[in-house]
């Protein structure tokens, strides 16, 4: 009798402990098993910018935002609080995010998704929309590009983000075929890597400080998606009117360029048809070590303002031509005669300082039988200040790029433009235009790092090639690898350079192929010392029958 009584006493403390730690650790359970329903206030919406008119005029001051989060391992979700909000509400902006019950940074979020983990969540939220008289929309995962973990589908693959974003805008659009669903960067360098498509996109949305600047930059990087963009409030605090203001002088300049910058023929979805019938094979190789080998066609001639006032472009370029090659030359449109940098060169480019030498140049390279590819300022996109064109307003660097390649009235037959990005994030915001490139250049050097010593660390080409590549994917171009080389032992570089080749016999979008047989310039590696990227005969000898 005594130890029943004594194991009822038990029984009692047990639940009573029990019942108090449910009633302590109630806020932590809900966070983890509970999805959640928010207000969103604080990311209002202060304009839509849509040329085309599509979006209702009275969004602006008749929409509410919520979010709801929902948790992969959630016993229940808090539908009543979000059914309300989608009856009472005649427009709605719905953030949906996706989130593991414990995120240890670990867990592939993309990869959930993909695997059904959301399909529950998905199908209640398509009978609610169902219920709606109005319109909702919904936004899934934001702010994905931004190179940081605040949130689990930040800064993936882009490649993965996007077959998420789409797993989950096609079930939810044919269970609730109304929704309205929405693409959400925040407009950050390297957006459009993540964008999965026009099929399940109907308006884009991006987030707006108190930078004016940065709305002009931000939908500038959108020019390639024709949909009706949401600016939405970063912290609460922004002003419908002067985001109207804004966004109208944005118009404005947007109508100034809309032949050229923002003409239509930039709204093609991504896609690269292009395929080779034979390859070239190049060197830039001033010392001239490989320019005599059979293999090679083509020689990479950099150039400046300078060398062409001073005439010794034009002996450089004969001695190429006199070889029987074809040139690459690469324009660095900053030196003068007395080796002084301009720090305004876009600008006096366009008011035409330059002509002079523009007009020398196309002299020169005109009137040879040899095929010449011109590039001007390359790898404008790198956020340094190696070159004086480099990290400038897109917008002035697109319209003076189009003043050299249309300086003169009729383009020679034998000149081929070239665009030379060096393929970084956000490289396709200074695409210039489908008229005035006939190549896509990008850079391909198997050091990542200026700190790396050991020649293993090194990217390979395979790697580097796959991720530049992809950023080209905006733009129906063949490409022409006018850059690349690695350092290291011959033997290393052997390895490196038979997966070069390899890569480049399985994509046949590549044109062209042209080694940079020299270091690099020792002034742009400080106290380092500057990589050398030179091999031997043997090593292209290799690589080109690895090619063949």
Not at 64 to 81: D, G
Not at 504 to 514: A, E, H, R, S
Not at 521 to 533: F, L, Q, S
Request: proline content about 5%.
């Amino acid at each position: 009798m005594r130890f029943k009584r004594r194991l009822y006493y038990f029984a009692l403390l047990f639940f009573a402990v029990l019942i108090g730690c449910l009633l302590y650790f109630k806020p932590l359970l809900k966070s983890v098993f509970v999805n959640e329903f928010k207000d969103r206030s604080y990311e209002k919406l202060l304009g839509v910018y849509d040329e085309k008119n599509n979006a209702k005029s009275d969004l602006v001051n008749n929409i509410k935002h919520y979010s709801v989060i929902w948790k992969s391992f959630a016993l229940r979700s808090n539908n009543n609080a979000l059914q309300k909000a989608i009856l009472d509400n005649k427009n709605l902006l719905l953030t949906i995010e996706t989130w593991p019950s414990f995120y240890n940074g670990n867990v592939s979020i993309l990869d959930e998704v993909l695997k059904g983990s959301y399909d529950k969540e998905i199908k209640e939220l398509a009978g609610l929309i169902n219920q709606s008289k109005g319109t909702v929309f919904v936004q899934w995962n934001p702010e994905m590009e931004i190179p940081a973990t605040q949130y689990p589908w930040q800064y993936q693959s882009p490649v993965m983000y996007i077959n998420a974003f789409n797993y989950f805008a096609d079930y939810l659009k044919r269970l609730a075929p109304k929704v309205q669903l929405v693409w959400a960067p925040t407009g950050y360098p390297g957006d459009s890597e993540f964008w999965p498509g026009k099929k399940h996109v109907d308006v884009i949305s991006i987030r707006m400080g108190n930078d004016a600047e940065q709305l002009r930059l931000k939908l500038h990087r959108l020019r390639f998606m024709d949909k009706p963009v949401f600016v939405l409030s970063v912290d609460g605090t922004g002003d419908i009117k002067r985001t109207d203001s804004l966004l109208k002088k944005i118009e404005i300049e947007r109508n100034r360029y809309k032949s050229t910058i923002y003409s239509s023929e930039n709204l093609n979805e991504p896609v690269n048809n292009q395929i080779r019938k034979s390859l070239l094979l190049g060197v830039f190789d001033p010392t001239k070590k490989l320019i005599a080998e059979p293999e090679i066609t083509v020689e990479h001639l950099f150039t400046d303002w300078g060398e062409i006032q001073r005439g010794e472009f034009l002996k450089k370029f004969n001695d190429v031509i006199d070889r029987k090659h074809e040139v690459i030359v690469t324009m660095e449109p900053w030196k003068d005669i007395s080796n002084v940098a301009d720090p305004n060169v876009l600008e006096n480019t366009l008011n035409g300082k330059y002509d002079k030498e523009i007009s020398k140049l196309y002299g020169i390279i005109s009137n040879v039988k040899q095929t010449v590819y011109l590039r001007w300022a390359h790898e404008m996109e790198i956020p340094i200040h190696r070159y004086s064109w480099q990290s400038r307003d897109p917008v002035v660097y697109i319209n003076a790029y189009r003043y050299f390649m249309n300086f003169v009235k009729e383009k020679p037959e034998n000149i081929k433009r070239v665009w030379g990005p060096a393929g970084d994030r956000g490289s396709a915001d200074w695409y210039p235009g489908s008229d005035v490139v006939d190549y896509i250049s990008i850079a391909i050097y198997g050091l990542p790092d200026k700190n790396i010593t050991d020649e293993n660390m090194q990217e390979s080409f395979s790697t580097i090639f796959q991720r530049k590549s992809y950023r080209m994917r905006f733009f129906n171009k063949p490409m022409f690898i006018t850059e690349f080389g690695v350092k290291g032992s011959e033997k290393y570089q052997d390895k490196w350079l038979i997966d070069a080749a390899n890569t480049i016999k399985n994509n046949k979008q590549i044109f062209g192929v042209c080694y940079f047989n020299l270091f690099d310039n020792p002034k742009a590696w400080g106290h380092i010392k500057a990589p050398d990227w030179s091999i031997s005969k043997s090593s292209l000898k290799k690589f080109y029958l690895e090619l063949k």
